[in-house]
């Protein structure tokens, strides 16, 4: 038979336990915080490979939901080892919030996912990149005949923010089939072209980077 947790075993697993709420709920407002700057145009590049900041929310909102099932199996296990010598804390507005946060965060993460499948979402970072290493980002989409794409500005620490947009029609993908021009100043200029018979609007955009 295997031997009984000391008091002191309880205690330690009962302090942990407790503290599990707060996490959750901080994971939670992270995943939430990350989704709504993701809709304000945040992204970050890592070499040439983009990361969307709903992505990392995900991440925030898989480790929101890991903590709660291992917050939900310890209690029932802790409370079981302390045979009724008293129940743990578990304040109600901190659960609550907990799983509003968990849960809108989740919901946010799911729509991004459904939005970016359904609109065939890519990613492209152009070359070349301005003297100073600030960087032109392209995310293009297209549903059935609508088009569009937006452009970012990403500096060279890697963190971009959405500085333009356009609309195509017939669904086209000007950047992936290479139809503009990118060129460096005192700030970047993107030109998007177009085959000349779908045409796209606006057609020059600004890339300029923030200052850190």
Not at 153 to 172: K, N, P
């Amino acid at each position: 038979m295997a031997d009984r947790d000391t008091p002191n075993q309880l205690i330690a697993q009962r302090f942990v336990v407790e503290r599990l709420v707060p996490v959750i709920a901080f994971c939670g407002l992270s995943a939430v915080v990350l989704l709504a700057l993701s809709w304000g145009g945040l992204i970050f590049v890592i070499g040439d490979v983009v990361v969307p900041a709903w992505v990392i929310s995900a991440v925030f909102c898989v480790m929101s939901l890991v903590f709660a099932l291992f917050d939900r199996r310890s209690r029932v296990k802790l409370q079981r080892k302390q045979e009724g010598s008293g129940s743990l804390r578990k304040s109600r507005p901190r659960v609550f919030t907990a799983h509003v946060l968990t849960t809108l965060g989740v919901a946010g993460c799911v729509l991004a996912i459904v939005w970016d499948v359904a609109y065939s979402v890519t990613y492209t970072v152009l070359t070349p990149a301005g003297s100073d290493g600030c960087q032109a980002v392209v995310r293009e989409a297209s549903f059935l005949m609508a088009g569009g794409g937006e452009i970012y500005a990403v500096h060279s620490a890697g963190i971009g923010w959405r500085s333009g947009s356009w609309t195509a029609d017939d669904g086209v993908r000007p950047i992936e089939a290479g139809q503009y021009e990118l060129s460096w100043g005192t700030t970047g200029t993107l030109v998007v072209r177009g085959d000349g018979n779908d045409p796209v609007w606006p057609a020059v955009h600004d890339v300029r980077c923030f200052e850190i």
